[in-house]
Every structure is written in structure tokens, then in C-alpha cells.
């Protein structure tokens, strides 16, 4: 049994199965391009397919596109302009730029700076959705004069998740650590070449990614583009499905069918990614977790179908450093992304001073302005509102006097409840 019949083959026929247009070239290394939808191998991007899609998404009522062919080429250009950046801020001005694109001009009713339509995020099933495996890409100057990784994931022809496949063996006792090094060496972040001198991989291909994964088939977990080896973690979840469902299945099953549905992608790009900067360390892009996908997720859910307050209520329990802050980012982010829960203000409440400093710092991945209150007349004066706006006040301005409240009821063994 080999990688590519234990591994990487099972990989893209469940792709298949959800919905993925798989495009298999086997298990050596391609010799035409064509076969990968490119016209050299020097691209990374799918461009006929990018071309139909943004042509298909940016239509009129009457149904004609409006975008002419310089500016899809135009368009690809933005995306492949920033070779100077590092990896980093080339993938956060990409992930910018997926969400508004715009160009200089609609033909047709004459607008000035159009924005255009790269991913329907609304609509998933009208993008094209293509899974090519062996997806080698010409890198001159480098070490090794291509990679190849195993499976690249593209949305529209723009490509979003790379898998890096292993199969344990004498030869590679870890393969879940050898995956790791194979895709830092793609995203040309081994430091060892820092210190050589040396040049490898293609960080062209990561400029618009979203996720990058490894899996052995009994093992897969996912990471980003600056997620270090003890940051890559498994997905649990089916969420919007039945958890049922995970019966009987692998890891990689399991995250293939939980995190790279069509639908989960876009989602997970859309609202649950983030670039934050870390305390005293290097920025960082950041994705969500099962646990909170699924918790931001069910609270929307709630709030759709709930026929009361108390329907619309609830608790999300979350384990000490689990990502209670970011949860809460996740789903003001999916409420903002919506078009029907866009318009809800948000208040975050919180009882301690130094939590409102740090969740002050995390409310700002929401984006926009975060109305700090600092008096009950402020509290009255922003809910008083009906802007959806979001603002951090703290609890003890709902009271009309701020009572000494004991930690737990005197004579009660109850343990205080954490509130955030």
C-alpha cells in the first residue's frame, strides 16, 4: 500500500463525494500542465477557471456580464502583485482583497470603482470548487527546481487549502512531523535555509490560503500559514450536521467532512479568520477551532429560530483556554457576514477590569469602532439607540446601586459562577 492508495487517493474520493471537482494526475510528477488547468507550471492560479467564475459571478439583472477581459486580467494581477511582501502580509492583504475587489470602472452604467464579486459567499453552489492532486509548481533558483503537494484546494481557480499527505513507514517513522517540514519547505519558511543562504518552495501559492493540512489517515490535523507544529489541531465536529455522523469514521474523514464541506469553507474563510498580534510576539493568522465553529454557529442557529428570549438564550461552556474571547469574535463576525443579523447591536459584558483590557484588544477582530461605556448613562444612552453597533460595558453598570456581592451565597458550598 502505498501514500497515494492509502492516503491521499481515499483524501479525494471523499472530496468527490462533497461536491469537489477532483482532478487526480496519479502519484508521479506531472509532466504537462494542462492537465492541472494551467498553461505553464510556473502559475499557481487556475486563470480560465478564475476568468469564468468572476465573469459568471458579476452579472446584471438582465444576465450579461459587465467585467471585460482586461480587467479579469487585471484582477488576477492584483492577486499576484505582492511578491515583496512577506508571506504574512501578502496573505492578509489577499484575504482583504477576496472580500472587496474592485476595479476601475463598469462599463456598462459607467459606476466609478465597482467592487467585483471573487467568492459568493451567500451562495456556495455558485462557485466552482476544484481538489488537484500532484499540483507541481516550477520554482527556478531554488534548491529543488518544483514542488509538488499533494493536494491544493481552489475556490474559483484561487487556491485556498494545501494537504500534504504521509504514510508511516521504516523510512518515515513520523509522518505527521515529516508532513509539517514538507509544507514549511513549500511555504519557504524552514529556517535552517534562513541560515544557509538557501532558497526554496513557492510563497506565491500561499498568498491567498486559508488552511494547510497534514494527515497520515488515522491522523490529520490543520494549522495556517504561521501555525507552529503544536498549533495544527484535529477537527470533531460535523456542525451544521449530526455529531452522530462521526461514528465509525478517521481523523482525516472526519475533517474532510467537517472542515472542507463547500459550504464550512467559505464560512471558516468569511468570518472565523483572523490576523491578531500576539503579546510580545509576532502577528499571527488565526482560525477557529471545532469547538468554537460550533459554538458560534448553534448561538446563530438560536437566534433564527428562537420564537422567545429564553429560545433565543442560552450558555456556551468553554474549557479554561479554549478560546472564549475568539468564539465570541467568530460570532459577531458571522452575525456581521449575514443578511439577517447583520443589523443586531452587540454588547459584550465582562466583570473584571483587567478582562476588559484584553477583551477590549480581541474585540477589534470584529471590526469597526468598540464603544467602551463608562457610566449607567452611557449604558442607557448606546442601547437607547438602534445602531448595530458594538459595545463593552461592565456588569455592575446594569445595577441602579453597585452592591457588595459575595463570591458564592454565605453558608453555600456552590461554587461562583465565571461570567465573561
Known amino acids: 500500500m502505498s501514500e497515494y492508495t492509502e ?48 465573469r459568471d459571478l458579476n452579472r446584471t439583472n438582465d444576465g450579461q456580464s459587465w467585467l471585460t477581459a482586461a480587467q479579469l486580467d487585471d484582477l488576477r494581477q492584483q492577486l499576484a502583485r505582492h511578491s515583496n511582501r512577506s508571506l504574512l502580509e501578502a496573505n492578509e492583504a489577499m484575504q482583504a482583497l477576496l472580500f472587496k475587489a474592485q476595479v476601475g470602472r463598469n462599463e456598462l452604467t459607467g459606476e466609478s470603482d465597482p467592487v467585483v464579486q471573487l467568492i459568493d459567499f451567500h451562495h456556495p453552489e455558485k462557485n466552482r470548487f476544484h481538489a488537484i492532486n500532484q499540483f507541481r509548481v516550477d520554482t527556478p533558483g531554488c534548491v529543488k527546481a518544483f514542488i509538488i503537494p499533494d493536494i491544493v484546494l481552489f475556490v474559483n481557480g484561487i487556491p485556498l487549502v494545501v494537504v500534504e499527505c504521509k504514510k508511516g513507514s521504516e523510512v518515515c517513522a513520523n509522518p505527521m512531523q515529516e508532513a509539517f517540514v514538507q509544507l514549511q519547505r513549500y511555504m519557504r519558511r524552514r529556517a535552517q535555509t534562513e541560515l544557509d543562504g538557501l532558497k526554496e518552495g ?26 507552529g507544529e503544536e498549533h495544527f489541531y484535529a477537527w470533531k465536529t460535523l456542525f451544521p450536521g449530526d455529531d452522530e455522523g462521526l461514528k465509525g469514521l478517521n481523523a482525516q474523514q472526519q475533517l474532510i467532512a467537517g472542515v472542507l464541506t463547500r459550504s464550512n469553507v467559505l464560512q471558516i474563510l468569511r468570518t472565523c479568520s483572523v490576523f491578531m498580534d500576539t503579546d510580545g510576539g509576532p502577528r499571527v493568522k488565526v482560525v477557529c477551532r471545532y469547538q468554537q465553529y460550533r459554538a458560534a454557529g448553534r448561538i446563530m442557529t438560536r437566534l ?26 467568530f460570532l459577531a463576525r458571522m452575525m456581521r457576514a449575514s443578511r439577517d443579523l447583520s443589523d443586531y447591536k452587540i454588547v459584550l459584558v465582562n466583570d473584571r477590569q483587567d478582562l476588559e483590557e484584553q477583551l477590549g484588544d480581541t474585540a477589534t477582530l470584529i471590526g469597526g469602532r468598540v464603544n467602551v461605556i463608562e457610566s449607567r448613562a452611557g449604558l442607557r ?16 453598570k446594569f445595577l441602579p446601586i453597585a452592591p ?17
Open 202 to 227: 513557492e510563497p506565491r501559492l500561499f498568498h491567498t490560503n486559508l488552511l494547510v493540512v497534514r494527515s497520515c489517515g488515522l491522523e490529520a490535523d490543520y494549522g495556517t500559514i504561521t501555525s
Open 404 to 420: 457588595f456581592l459575595p463570591a458564592r451565597p454565605l453558608g453555600s458550598s456552590t461554587p461562583p459562577i465565571a461570567s465573561f
Open 7 to 54: 492516503v491521499e487517493r481515499p483524501f479525494l474520493d471523499q472530496l468527490a463525494q462533497q461536491g469537489w471537482t477532483v482532478i487526480d494526475q496519479g502519484s508521479g510528477v506531472p509532466q504537462q500542465a494542462g492537465p492541472s488547468l494551467r498553461h505553464h507550471f510556473r502559475e499557481w492560479l487556475l486563470p480560465g477557471v478564475f476568468d469564468e467564475a468572476v
Open 304 to 329: 433564527r429560530l428562537g420564537r422567545t428570549a429564553a429560545e433565543r438564550s442560552g450558555v456556551v461552556w468553554h474549557t479554561q483556554g479554549s478560546g472564549k474571547s475568539l468564539t465570541m469574535v
Open 381 to 396: 444612552s448606546h442601547l437607547a439607540t438602534d445602531s448595530s453597533d458594538v459595545s463593552m460595558v461592565m456588569v455592575h
